[in-house]
């Protein structure tokens, strides 16, 4: 029996938790199901950083850069390759990506979210672009999923057409985070036999103790550490920006006052452009409060594994990103969200604590101080709860991926060969997807 090769698409392990949690998450998922898997990662991010974050993994990297940026001569050249089978059109990098698509047994969407009118521009090529990678795929006559993602609102023309065209058309199955995404596809008329609903495949990364961890873990004083993680994407939407950073500053001074703790600015999200880039944030913060009791974490010498050992020891986290409240609750922390899309209830529901969900657009520091508040005076309890439900979420996340696993095994028999894995039968009566 042949390996069974699959191509991860989109996300970047370097300088990003929410990447390398789906990434190590889906590997581990689908290990777990699938003999001989070998994973391929492949974006358009800085090769540079990439190449080494992936080899931690143990998995090969691949830019994508010069297919996106030419993805019509991509299509238009996957198209003729179904024919010929071998790319003849385009430039180099255009033909090398089709080999690379031609050389796989199965391509995995691994974007996080997707398709959402509050999150890119929404006109025709944009929304063109965001899923032909997809068509590609389909045009070589590839299995394609897209793997555990958020999607909608869908109220935008363009969004919702080609959220329809792409994962309707070209994806085998999509996997949805949560009902509400399920439903915003269901409602465009994706078909229900495609959806299934499952939680985030981040639950599964494991974590790796570093140095930081060890710190925060050996503290021998008795202060503990209360992580507080930024988002250029919630700060970017105030009127004006700079009241997140107010926000946030007052926040943390309260956090000082209210207990003898340490306060730890996390930049979930780091990028070259200072705009969005969290460590500008945090940098501000830091600054304004002033006080050596609050520090931040440098995320760029960090894996993602490293810093969800880091979130572990922490004894809270208040946070605006969804891979860093994911870290938390999979290692039992209490966690408070400032969110802005509905993901961020549907991962509190997981765990019955939809109301430790704030929205940014209502939470000034009077709600959000007395919200934290209470998480520390009722963090033993929360811990307890957080521990019941983990079972049954990690349980979820390996579901999804028998059942997902057991779809490419029926549409490519002769490549994908299951391992003998006792599971439940995935989601059943409680499946939206059937």
């Not at 003999?35 to 190449?51: H, I, K, P, T």
């Not at 309260?254 to 705009?275: F, G, K, S, Y």
């Not at 033993?380 to 983990?390: G, V």
Request: charged share 25%; proline share 4%; aromatic share 8%.
């Amino acid at each position: 029996m042949n390996s069974c090769r699959i191509l991860l698409l989109g996300p970047h392990l370097a300088w990003n938790l929410g990447g390398p949690s789906l990434i190590s998450g889906i590997i581990r998922a689908l290990d777990e199901q699938i003999e001989g898997c070998e994973f391929v990662l492949a974006n358009s991010f800085d090769e540079e950083l990439e190449c080494p974050e992936a080899e931690q993994y143990g998995i090969p990297f691949v830019s994508v850069r010069a297919a996106a940026e030419s993805p019509n001569r991509v299509l238009a050249s996957a198209t003729l390759a179904r024919m010929t089978r071998k790319p003849l059109l385009g430039p180099a990098g255009v033909r090398d990506f089709i080999r690379l698509m031609q050389s796989v047994d199965l391509v995995i969407g691994a974007e996080g979210i997707r398709y959402a009118d509050s999150l890119g521009n929404n006109g025709f090529w944009h929304r063109f672009y965001d899923g032909y990678l997809f068509g590609v795929a389909k045009a070589l006559n590839k299995p394609t999923i897209q793997y555990t993602a958020d999607f909608g609102p869908l109220e935008a023309r363009w969004n919702r057409c080609f959220a329809k065209f792409w994962l309707g058309r070209a994806a085998d199955a999509v996997i949805c985070r949560n009902k509400t995404s399920h439903d915003w596809l269901a409602r465009i008329g994706i078909s229900g036999e495609k959806l299934f609903v499952a939680p985030d495949s981040g639950f599964l990364m494991e974590p790796h103790a570093c140095e930081e961890s060890a710190r925060i873990g050996r503290d021998a004083s008795g202060v503990r550490t209360v992580a507080i993680g930024i988002s250029h994407q919630v700060r970017r939407r105030f009127s004006q920006p700079d009241e997140y950073d107010r926000l946030v500053s007052d926040l943390v001074r309260h956090v000082l006052q209210r207990q003898d703790c340490r306060a730890l600015i996390v930049p979930n999200e780091l990028h070259h452009r200072a705009e969005v880039d969290d460590r500008a944030i945090a940098q501000t913060i830091t600054n304004q409060v002033a006080d050596p009791r609050v520090s931040m974490l440098d995320t760029s010498e960090l894996t993602g594994p490293q810093t969800k050992a880091v979130l572990g020891e922490c004894a809270a986290i208040v946070s605006s990103r969804y891979h860093s409240l994911v870290a938390a609750l999979s290692m039992g922390v209490p966690c408070l969200a400032l969110g802005w899309h509905h993901k961020y209830s549907a991962l509190f529901s997981l765990f019955g604590m939809e109301h430790w969900v704030l929205d940014y657009r209502t939470a000034g520091i009077e709600v959000l101080s007395e919200a934290y508040d209470r998480l520390w005076s009722e963090q033993d309890e929360l811990r307890r709860t957080i521990h019941d439900h983990l079972p049954s979420v990690e349980s979820g996340v390996r579901e999804a991926a028998a059942a997902v696993s057991r779809r490419v095994a029926a549409i490519s028999p002769h490549r994908v060969k299951l391992r003998d894995v006792r599971t439940t039968d995935a989601w059943g009566d409680e499946n939206p997807g059937g």
